[in-house]
């Protein structure tokens, strides 16, 4: 079954200040010329703050070489909700969210 939403998932408690690790990945999905996800970006809107959001990263991938499945390391000051966007060619763009919560 193809799936598009992009999975976030992040291991353990988060403190202000501390890089923590976030895998992001998208599938299962095709991987070839005709269809693939092509790109990966991924913002934070911090709590709080007057103007969101924060633009952390993007990946752009190549078909059939590179698989949409990545790691982050981020640092965060303050609690907020993690966006990723991946685009698919044939698909378009879907949305994945997260909240994430500093102890
Ligand atoms: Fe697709």
Known sequence: MESH??????EGKIKADEPFEVKISVGPHPNTIQHSIRKIDVY???????????????????????????SLKLK????????VLEYCNLHGIWEGRKGIRVE
């Open 5 to 10: 939403t992009p999975k976030i998932e992040i």
């Open 44 to 70: 934070f809107y911090e709590d709080g703050k007057a103007f969101n959001p924060i633009y952390l990263a993007s990946i752009i991938l190549t078909p059939v070489y590179t698989e949409p499945e990545i």
């Open 76 to 83: 965060v000051s303050k609690s907020g909700t993690l966006y």
